[in-house]
């Protein structure tokens, strides 16, 4: 009992740095740990495994450990990653920014930018524009708040082509929202409801037509954003922690790629 009681608190020193040992459940803000996987004091960036069935995307890489993380992008031409985080002391979201390679975290006075959510494939030569809209409104009331909605507004999204009529893309019934549109204008990847309270990436084939699940964790993955050549996919998620109030960033390379 002893040597168990030391250990743990070994555990706890080496992380007090970054958090303390438990989350704070009074401000519903993970404080979390210097990390969840096999080895207590392995740092970030850290490579893990994709879960069974997410075939399409590799080299998964976990990118924060602790706090709120959501809306990454790519920026200065995919060297950095920009996103809003809310992580202790601070009791509001902060916007910040830092390197591919986790290094180099500051806080930035300017607003992240949106994913992609627009494109005109060269094959196509006709513009495509995703969005999320009120289910049910044929893509008349835009949507633009945190998805999931906390108070469980159904979402859907849709997509218009050339100024075209909105063409819903997510399952029917389906809550689902913040859509990105590949590069090459021939996919759209969104979080929609898996379950109850479960909610994961899913990618919609716009030449097919065809919907797939890709992520297969429990709890939430969601904001997916690409890189300005499609190889690169960022995403927020709830797996490989403990802590049910984590949203970590995880970066991977994207598999679905149209060669020229």
Known sequence: MIRKRFFIFVVCLLAMSLASCTGNPGTGVSNGTATRGK???????????NSPGENHFDTLIQLTDGGVNRGP?????????????????????????MFVDASGLELVSEETAKPVRDATPAQLGKEIRCFTAIAGT?????YSGVFPHPIGEVTEVLISIDGGEPKVVSSEGQKAGEPTLTPDGRYVVYSGESGEG???????????????????????????AFSKDGRRLLFVSQRNDKDPEEYNLFVADWLLIQEE
């Not at 080895?39 to 495994?49: A, K, S, Y």
């Not at 044929?138 to 835009?142: A, F, H, M, R």
């Not at 994961?200 to 699940?213: A, P, R, Y």
């Open 39 to 49: 080895n207590p004091i392995e740092p970030l960036p850290r490579l893990i495994d």
């Open 73 to 97: 992008v790519f920026q200065d031409n995919g060297r950095k990653v920009g996103f809003t985080s809310l992580r202790p002391p601070n009791t509001k979201f902060q916007n910040y920014a």
């Open 138 to 142: 044929s893509g008349q009331e835009l």
């Open 198 to 224: 479960e909610y994961d990436l899913f990618v919609h084939d716009l030449e097919f037509g065809t919907n797939e699940k890709i992520t297969t964790t429990s709890g939430f993955d969601g904001d997916p």
